[in-house]
């Protein structure tokens, strides 16, 4: 952490600090996610800026104590901007022997440890796996921290002894003794949790009060007893004027898709299948009923799709949400949209593949599958978040795309955004822009005919919904004829509607902005290029060397087909271009195929973000 | 906008009037012909709209039939039609959706699609040409094909069980399940009325000869010679009654079906089994005809309507929620939505 001053209050001084980096880890039970959540709102509403980053296993109850089962929850917040939830942690909550095991790498040297001791018993070490007799918080190993050695679990049962709770509910609260001790430590308020249990447990008054009283316990436990040496403040962050809230990628998600739909004025019909880490977007659209929204949980990803493509046509905007294997299922049908021509959006919020791979881990591996995962000639649009508030704006940037030009749109996401959240600083409705429909209700053609495929100077084809008087047509997955949209098997009209097809994808170029280099200057040594979920590490990294007087400068990517028009003109400017990736060079391959540009790959699979001392080194590395 | 006027009343369609410009193109002698033929003959009876009218299909001979249509229409992807239909009447419940399918397409790769759509029961029709073959990739058996069935991926015979479909239907909950043949035109038409008039998603299994590549296989069930030995049609409230001289008789022994002659004094068309399409027992062992034996002995073929059951449908209920919900908690603003309940200011 960065100490800025010292202050003393009361008998404990409060060390004013710029930023700090928490790790909430226990077992999956232990109520890391919650306890993680509940800090961040609290920091987000002091007016702290912040990042945080939920990293949990794909099991929902692994074995109990082993490093397998620990669940983490790690939130960066500070005074200054924030960008990642950061490389190493200040203080690490380690709930159990495993969750200490699994996290003690990264912790800082001289950082804080809060440990529950009941999770250091014999059978906990052993379930760690540490070998017999090997007591960490004994052997003197942890000697470079500053060690809290709390019998929580103890303190939060003589706290509610006499309550009437049975033992799981009372050891279920321990939780919010650790979280009570965290506010008292940061100072912090308490008020934003206890506002948060009593809604929670709003028809069980027992369990609520049972809380409250465990989270004060935790907050007096620091106060009372003398073995914290000081506490930490951290101040509001200079962040734009504004109101704002805090979001995860996932629910910015879900709002940019009502927003969407608001601003189209077309009804929002969401087929999805249940998936990490995809499903809460379905979790969230499906409280959203009264707002012009259906949300349809489908037999399997491909009805989720084909129902979504079924609601296009009837004058709806269809979204399917997914991640990867839901993806891969999806691809005959994302062929159809593309040779229908509909609106459709497809939002692949993506995990560590390939099958399976690591469901609850992020990556950026689908790239090209959604470049080129069709068969035939297949081209759609594709673009991508950098962060859980640009989700948001994304989504409505992909609806617009999808609208306006009757094409599927692919929006990538990743679980890294998706779960991890950040303050937002949300638009009015008003601050919206429009997302323009025709439908079309006359006939086009000679003599009162329609033709389905007649296209407008966007090579846009006309949407018209079933249920319009003298349009009828059908329209299908074989090739159709240039004009009328009849099936045709003609060699040559198939040449011209790949062409036409393809032509259509490039033309959006024209209607989107133009790339811009966000930091550093126009021309120099070394550019940065990334796209999606990496921009926090990229920009926190960039900023940091620029201001040192590095030659380096950054550009990150929304929009992946058609890429920018000035693109190629831009990475000419600059000697090397580095180009970080969650996955084996993928964006790498797309600029190195179209610029002829000998981009330099830097890659990581291992289904966690860059850190951005490691991305640093990299960018020095080729500065030298 | 204009006043509506008794000029703007439509006059009744006929069927020429269903029939799109397209070219017919299924083989000479196919069944669909018939099938098409029929659909067209009976929906001017329907007083519906054509531009209310939507056809989806998937994938085989039998998809075709949505080009032919003039309403609105796609032709989609194999063994999808169900799930892309599900989204149309999601979205304009308003909208009169027919979904035709083949044997391969609706009980193999979209087996899954079938049965979920059967439970969900949106108000929708849903027309299965069951062809016992795969003709439009040249054909291999299929799910409905007979143990035993020589075709090309079969050489020497399938060695799977087959779908019995109206059993399939009725066991993913359908709450209509019917069966009528393409040779029968009057009884097609009827069973297309009662799927038309029935709210709920209508399964209709069409028994279809393909002349290319499973010519004669319902051949049993059409012919003068042989059609009253070997097929019942049922009726609401008839006794099932067959036979040449329709001097068969089917009958309840315990929960077991016996066939009966009524020429003997003992038997009565009082004692025989009355068609009650509401009732869920009866008609799963109607269904059962098909391909079971009872008590040693092969039953004739139904046909007709085996079942039927009112249920909300699953738009109907979509809306009733959305309404509900709307009248309790109302709508809230998109600023409202995007704010949420927990924000903070920095002035």
């Known amino acids: 952490m960065e100490i800025i001053e010292n202050n003393v209050v009361n008998h404990t001084p409060i060390i004013e600090a710029e930023s700090i980096v928490i790790r909430f880890s226990g077992d999956s039970g232990d109520g890391m996610q919650l306890t993680g959540n509940q800090f961040t709102d609290t920091a987000a509403f002091v007016g702290n800026d912040l990042s945080t980053f939920p990293d949990f296993p794909a099991e929902i109850r692994a074995p109990i104590g082993t490093t397998s089962g620990v669940s983490g929850f790690q939130v960066h917040f500070g005074s200054k901007e924030i960008f990642t939830p950061g490389d190493e942690f200040d203080v690490l909550v380690a709930m159990n022997s495993a969750a200490l095991k699994v996290d003690l790498p990264r912790l800082k040297k001289g950082g804080i440890i809060i440990t529950n001791i009941a999770g250091f018993d014999k059978k906990n070490l052993s379930l760690a796996g540490y070998p017999d007799g090997i007591n960490p918080l004994e052997d003197g190993s942890l000697n470079d921290y500053i060690v809290h050695k709390i019998d929580v679990t103890k303190l939060t049962k003589e706290c509610l002894a006499g309550t009437g709770l049975g033992m799981k509910e009372i050891e279920r609260s321990k939780n919010m003794f650790v979280l009570g001790l965290l506010f008292w430590m940061f100072d912090e308020p308490m008020e934003y949790t206890i506002t948060f249990i009593n809604e929670k447990f709003a028809k069980k008054q027992d369990i609520a009060d049972a809380n409250i009283k465990t989270l004060k316990a935790g907050w007096n436990f620091g106060d009372h007893t003398e073995i914290f040496a000081s506490r930490f403040k951290v101040s509001p962050a200079k962040l734009p004027k504004g109101t704002y809230r805090n979001i995860t990628g996932n629910h910015a998600t879900a709002l940019g898709l009502i927003a969407a739909s608001e601003i189209s004025g077309l009804p929002l019909f969401l087929g999805s299948y249940p998936i990490t880490p995809a499903s809460d977007v379905l979790h969230e659209l499906s409280k959203y009923k009264t707002s012009n929204v259906k949300t349809f949980q489908a037999e399997d990803e491909i009805a989720a799709i084909c129902s979504a493509i079924g609601a296009s046509y009837a004058g709806g905007f269809g979204v399917t949400t997914t991640s990867g294997p839901g993806m891969s299922l999806k691809t005959e049908a994302i062929g159809l949209a593309t040779i229908l021509e509909i609106p459709l959006l497809i939002v692949n919020i993506q995990r560590g593949g390939p099958s399976t791979g690591l469901p609850t881990k992020t990556e950026q591996s689908d790239l090209l599958q959604a470049m080129y995962g069709r068969h035939g000639e297949g081209p759609i649009p594709v673009i991508a978040a950098s962060s859980p508030a640009d989700c948001f704006n994304t989504i409505i940037e992909g609806s617009r795309i999808a609208i306006e030009h009757m094409t599927p749109v692919i929006v990538l996401t990743d679980g890294y955004i998706a779960n991890g959240s950040e303050p937002w600083r949300f638009p009015t409705a008003d601050q919206l822009p429009k997302i323009n429909v025709k439908f079309v209700t006359e006939a086009n053609g000679p003599d009162g005919t329609f033709l389905a495929y007649k296209r407008d100077e966007k090579l846009v084809r006309p949407w018209v919904k079933p249920g319009t008087k003298g349009l009828m047509h059908r329209i299908g997955g074989l090739e159709k004829h240039a004009d009328t949209g009849n099936v045709s098997y003609d060699a040559k009209n198939h040449g011209i509607m790949t062409e036409i097809r393809e032509a259509k994808i490039q033309r959006i170029a024209d209607y989107i902005p133009l790339a811009k280099v966000e930091c550093g200057n126009d021309k120099g040594n070394l550019l940065v290029l990334g796209w999606g979920s990496t921009d926090g590490a990229i920009k926190t990294v960039v900023h940091e060397l620029f201001k040192e007087g590095y030659d380096v400068a950054h550009l990150h990517l929304r929009y992946l087909n058609p890429f920018p028009k000035n693109l190629g003109e831009i990475l000419k400017n600059y000697t090397q271009v580095l180009v970080p990736e969650m996955n084996c060079g993928q964006l790498l391959k797309l600029v190195r195929a179209k610029y002829l540009v000998d981009a330099i790959p830097y890659n990581k699979v291992q289904g966690q973000p860059f850190t951005t001392s490691e991305l640093k080194n990299k960018i020095l590395e080729l500065l030298k | ?347």
Request: hydrophobic residues 35%; charged residues 25%; glycine residues 8%.
């Open chain 2, 1 to 347: 906008m204009s006043t509506t006027t008794e000029m703007d009343v439509m006059p009744k369609l006929t069927a020429k009037d269903f029939a799109s410009n397209q070219e017919v193109k299924w083989c000479p002698g196919c069944g669909d012909y018939s099938i098409l033929k029929q659909v067209q003959t009976v929906f001017p009876d329907f007083g519906v709209p054509k531009e209310d009218i939507v056809f989806i299909s998937g994938i085989g001979c039998a998809a075709r039939f949505t080009y032919y249509m003039d309403t609105y229409g796609m032709h989609s992807i194999h063994g999808r039609a169900a799930a892309i239909a599900s989204g149309v009447k999601t979205l304009n419940p308003h909208l009169s959706v027919w979904v035709v399918s083949g044997d391969g397409d609706a009980f193999s790769i979209g087996g899954n699609h079938f049965i979920h759509l059967m439970r969900k029961n949106f108000d929708l029709n849903y027309l299965v040409f069951n062809n016992q073959i795969y003709g439009l990739t040249k054909g291999q058996y299929s799910p409905t094909s007979e143990k035993g069935k020589v075709a090309k991926s079969t050489p020497y015979g399938s060695v799977e069980e087959p779908f019995n479909p109206a059993e399939l239907a009725l066991g993913a909950k359908s709450t209509f399940v019917s069966r009528s043949l393409d040779r029968d035109p009057k009884h097609m038409q009827m069973v297309l009325k009662r799927a038309n008039e029935h709210k709920g998603t209508s399964f209709v299994e069409i028994y279809q000869n393909c002349p290319v590549f499973n010519d004669g296989t319902y051949f049993a069930f059409s012919e003068k010679e042989t059609k009253k030995e070997q097929a019942i049609f049922v009726e609401q409230g008839k006794p099932l009654v067959f036979g040449t001289t329709e001097e068969k008789g089917i009958k309840f022994d315990g929960l077991q079906p016996i066939i009966v002659n009524l020429n003997e004094t003992s038997v009565s068309l009082n004692d025989l089994w009355i068609h009650d399409e509401r009732d869920k027992t009866k008609a799963s062992i109607l269904t059962r005809f098909a391909d079971n034996e009872f008590k040693g002995e092969s039953f004739p073929r139904p046909f007709g309507v085996f079942y039927q059951e009112e249920r909300s449908t699953c738009e109907e209920a979509i809306e009733n929620q959305i309404k509900e919900l709307t009248a309790r908690k109302g709508k809230p603003s998109l600023d409202k939505i995007l704010s949420g309940d927990k924000t903070w200011t920095i002035l």
